[in-house]
């Protein structure tokens, strides 16, 4: 079955980097697009940043642009989320989705990683 399992998250200060990693199974990971989405509380989960399947095209939200770096290793079927100068307010839960169409829509989520951006 698909599985979506996110890591890397924690406890950083402002100014501060972390690296997010999920680990796919389950599906074709080259074939697939992967993004990125969080959710802060008491607000609705949006996009972070997205990757095609191949790499070749990513696409971020406006408030992590030139802060954040989507990746994916389509060899270790991991998509990964460098993200740098980190400020309060990219405190939320990290969520992984996997997102294809075969003859109905195929979308799949992680379980989540907290990050904390405090001094």
């Known amino acids: 079955q698909v599985q979506l399992v996110e890591s890397g998250g924690g406890l950083v200060q402002p100014g501060g980097s972390l690296r997010l990693s999920c680990a796919a199974s389950g599906f074709t990971f080259s074939s697939v697009r992967m993004s990125w989405y969080r959710q802060a509380p008491g607000k609705e989960r949006e996009l972070v940043a997205l990757s095609t399947s191949t790499g070749g095209s990513t696409n971020y939200a406006d408030p992590v642009k030139g802060r954040f770096t989507i990746s994916r290793d389509n060899a270790k079927n991991t998509v990964y989320l460098q993200m740098n100068s980190l400020k309060p307010e990219d405190t939320a839960v990290y969520y992984c989705?996997?997102?294809?169409?075969?003859?109905?829509?195929?979308?799949?989520w992680g379980q989540g990683t907290q990050v904390t951006v405090s001094s």
């Open positions: 989705n996997a997102l294809w169409w075969t003859t109905v829509r195929n979308d799949y």
